[in-house]
Structures are given as structure tokens and as C-alpha cells.
T-cell receptor, first 114, second 111 residues
Framework: EAGVVQSPRYKIIEKKQPVAFWCNPI?????LYWYLQNLGQGPELLIR????????DSQLPKDRFSAERLKGVDSTLKIQPAELGDSAVYLC????????????FGEGSWLTVV | KQEVTQIPAALSVPEGENLVLNCSFT??????LQWFRQDPGKGLTSLLL?????REQTSGRLNASLDKSSGRSTLYIAASQPGDSATYLC??????????FGKGTKLSVIP
């Protein structure tokens, strides 16, 4: 069974440019998360989806960040315009829901803004 | 607000040694606790999930315990190997599947 797939793995962009990250969760997982991880820190939640509904986006900086999960499967996270401080790892995770289920992470998308 | 602390931040041990990684949390009203491993340049790999009704979980050389009343969890690694070198993160899970992570413990196992 394929795990959580993210692309691109690495991205270098100039500040003020847009960037988008894509995530394909494990088949059948209706809960999808986007996390931000800065160097030397633990991941922090940006947004959580239950199917196609964003049920927790309180930590998403909505002035420049947006996300969507059309049809409740794949998801895209966009930053426009990117700032130097956005350089980080963007992790996607999924689970089948329920408090007793393991959460699985992708390999992450590593963003460098120059 | 839930706070998760992992001590030590870094640990270096000789191969073959048994070791314990610590995770403490401030709010004991959690559903589960999950331990992850992160290799350099990689995402997070789930190691063990302990549900709130459980006190420990084992997988191979790994054993994780959970004491909700004291707000602590430990990850025990037996007979450490160089391949165990990585950063280990714990995450507490409470309402609405909200995960709060610690900053991790960077483990180096010296051959």
C-alpha cells in the first residue's frame, strides 16, 4: 500500500513568488493534515480536513496561505506571495479518523525562499 | 494550552546500550500519544501509538509507556544500533485529533 505522497520534494523560489504543494493521502483516509516544521522544531498544524471540509484552519495564515481538498482526496497548499520566513518543511499527513488510529506522514516538501 | 517537552534535546550513546527518551506534557486530558522517528531530510515515521486506556506498547526493540496522571511518556530502545540514529518526536493527541509535538530528541548511536 502506498503511503502519503507529496510533491515537489524540494522547491527553491524567490521571495514574492507563488508556490504550491500537492498531497495524495493513503487510500481511504478521510482525515488529512498539513503541518509546518521549522528547523529544530516539532511540526505545527496549519489545517485539518475531514473529507473535503476544512474543520480546523485556525493556524493557517490566511493572508498568504490557502488550501483546498477537492473531492475529499488530494489536497493542495498554496503560498502567495512567499516570504523569506516561509522557508520550512511542509508535511502532509493522513489518518482514517477516530481517536485510536495512527497518523501517517509524507516525506515533506522542503521550501527555500531566497 | 498543551505544551510538550522532550528531554534531552540530544543524546549520544555507544552501540549496544539501552536508552530511554522522555516526553512530558502539561495537560493530561489526552486521547493518545504517538512516537515518531525522523531521519535527516525525511518525513515522520510512526513508531508506536499508545491509546489513553493503555499503559504501554511494544514493537521489536522499542517499548513506549504512558502515565497520564503524571503527564509523562518514555520510549525505551533496547540494544541500540547505529541505524537507530535519528530524531525522535512524541506527539500528544487530544480532542478533534489535534496533535501537539515536542521538539524532539536527536539520537546518535556510535559504532
Amino acid at each position: 500500500e502506498a503511503g502519503v505522497v507529496q510533491s515537489p520534494r524540494y522547491k527553491i523560489i524567490e521571495k514574492k513568488q507563488p508556490v504550491a504543494f500537492w498531497c495524495n493521502p493513503i487510500s481511504g483516509h478521510n482525515t488529512l493534515y498539513w503541518y509546518l516544521q521549522n528547523l529544530g522544531q516539532g511540526p505545527e498544524l496549519l489545517i485539518r480536513y475531514e473529507n473535503e471540509e476544512a474543520v480546523d484552519d485556525s493556524q493557517l495564515p490566511k493572508d498568504r496561505f490557502s488550501a483546498e481538498r477537492l473531492k475529499g482526496v488530494d489536497s493542495t497548499l498554496k503560498i502567495q506571495p512567499a516570504e523569506l520566513g516561509d522557508s520550512a518543511v511542509y508535511l502532509c499527513a493522513s489518518s482514517s479518523g477516530g481517536s485510536g488510529n495512527t497518523i501517517y506522514f509524507g516525506e515533506g516538501s522542503w521550501l527555500t525562499v531566497v | 494550552k498543551q505544551e510538550v517537552t522532550q528531554i534531552p534535546a540530544a543524546l549520544s550513546v555507544p552501540e549496544g546500550e539501552n536508552l530511554v527518551l522522555n516526553c512530558s506534557f502539561t495537560d493530561s486530558a489526552i486521547y493518545n500519544l504517538q512516537w515518531f522517528r525522523q531521519d535527516p531530510g525525511k518525513g515522520l515515521t510512526s513508531l508506536l501509538l499508545i491509546q489513553s486506556s493503555q499503559r504501554e506498547q511494544t514493537s521489536g526493540r522499542l517499548n513506549a509507556s504512558l502515565d497520564k496522571s503524571s503527564g509523562r511518556s518514555t520510549l525505551y530502545i533496547a540494544a541500540s544500533q547505529p541505524g537507530d540514529s535519528a530524531t525522535y518526536l512524541c506527539a500528544v493527541i487530544r480532542g478533534s485529533y489535534q496533535l501537539t509535538f515536542g521538539k524532539g530528541t536527536k539520537l546518535s548511536v556510535i559504532p
